[in-house]
T-cell receptor, first 113, second 110 residues
Framework: DGGITQSPKYLFRKEGQNVTLSCEQN?????MYWYRQDPGQGLRLIYY???????QKGDIAEGYSVSREKKESFPLTVTSAQKNPTAFYLC????????????FGPGTRLTVT | AQRVTQPEKLLSVFKGAPVELKCNYS??????LFWYVQYSRQRLQLLLR??SRESIKGFTADLNKGETSFHLKKPFAQEEDSAMYYC????????????FGKGTKLSVIP
């Protein structure tokens, strides 16, 4: 069950700490995405990257940061500036634009107390 | 900005009954519409897209530009159809973004 992996599955942090979520893909996809999933809210786009060393803000980028130094990797940092960081985070990748199928990882559940 | 609305949070149907999951969108251009599904303990995955006009697992969806809808239908529900369903919109024109609806949980009663 390769493809796209996220680690860890569960993550706990104290308020005020930055935390980085990992996302790796071996699908040779150019594009990668980070979504936040909250109950009753669906998926909301945080950041996306079309190619290496380039990324764009999504709808809810405030309090988050990303990097794309390698094609395979797209880590997401949840900073202390994010007011409600506790959520389920999904990473996805696709071979092209939004018309292409997005492949999703298993997700990371972050709990900040 | 585009918006996707799924009016039902939860839809319960009996096995063998028809299913219709509603999706309405607002966008002035020519979008591309998708249905993604998340079965229990599985990853979110693409179910179907309007441009391919195919039937997957017995589900079909027709894009109605006049009514700005993309409802998902299946004539006879099966227990294995129980899942969370998300409608999603891509604005096209080279955009990478997908806007998702809030999802509808389908429960098929045996």
């Amino acid at each position: 069950d390769g493809g796209i992996t996220q680690s860890p599955k569960y993550l706990f942090r104290k308020e005020g700490q930055n935390v980085t979520l990992s996302c790796e893909q071996n699908l040779n996809h150019d594009a990668m995405y980070w979504y936040r999933q909250d109950p009753g809210q669906g998926l909301r786009l945080i950041y996306y990257s079309q190619i290496v060393n380039d990324f764009q803000k999504g709808d809810i980028a405030e309090g988050y940061s990303v990097s794309r130094e390698k094609k395979e990797s797209f880590p997401l940092t949840v900073t202390s500036a994010q007011k409600n960081p506790t959520a389920f985070y999904l990473c996805a990748s696709s071979s092209g634009t939004g018309t292409y199928e997005q492949y999703f990882g298993p997700g990371t559940r972050l709990t900040v107390t | 900005a585009q918006r996707v609305t799924q009016p039902e949070k939860l839809l319960s149907v009996f096995k063998g009954a028809p299913v219709e999951l509603k999706c309405n969108y607002s966008y002035s251009g020519s979008p591309e519409l998708f249905w993604y599904v998340q079965y229990s303990r599985q990853r979110l995955q693409l179910l179907l897209r309007h441009i391919s006009r195919e039937s997957i697992k017995g589900f079909t969806a027709d894009l109605n530009k006049g009514e700005t809808s993309f409802h998902l239908k299946k004539p006879f529900a099966q227990e294995e159809d129980s899942a969370m369903y998300y409608c999603a919109l891509n604005p096209g024109a080279g955009s990478y973004q997908l806007t998702f609806g809030k999802g509808t949980k389908l429960s098929v009663i045996p």
